[in-house]
């Protein structure tokens, strides 16, 4: 589930600078790692303010209604950059995919395992694809992870609480309409077929 929340000023200008600096480290460094790892350092800092960012004000759903993430997103209406602040029920977790663009997590709360896989198919037949585990990450505050548009991730929450995590899109979520997922051998259209679902927390 994602909702636009009603934000303070001070939250939304902090989220405004953030947009400008990853604008502006873009611009400067191109599309590059050491870019990323910059975008995460600067979305480090509004992670390191959690009393901006609490759950009271950003819930993960009722574990009664079936439901088991809700994304909020900070910067409505923007085409471009997208910040979600994720608020996950521990214990669920995502099919391998791809973003289509750029992607960096950063904790706020809580841990969330992250899986970097590669593709170890020849890539000849569009429908059909795997990928094998090369690193796990835990992210969890001042362990961010950053990825280009062609790795491939899955999520995994941990731990027993719920999980409060930004993730900053080059691109909003529901624009993505090259993302890949990796299911039992097959690729799926990520975002038809698992984007909306209640039931499984997305990346």
Known sequence: MVTTPSIAPHITQ???TLVAQTHAILERDGLTRNALANIAA???????QPELFTREAFP???PASGDTSTR???NPGSDGIALYLNSLLP???TIPHNHDTWAVIVAVEGSELNRVYRR???RNDEDRGSVEVDREVLVEPGTPIAFLPDDIHSIHVTGEQPTLHFHLYGRPLETLTGRLGFENGKIVRYNQTHLHHQTQAVG
């Open 14 to 16: 902090r989220v405004d």
């Open 120 to 122: 170890t198919d020849d």
């Open 91 to 93: 214990g669920k977790a």
């Open 60 to 62: 993960p759903p009722d």
């Open 42 to 48: 600067a979305l480090q800092t509004l992670a390191d």
């Open 72 to 74: 909020y997103r900070l």
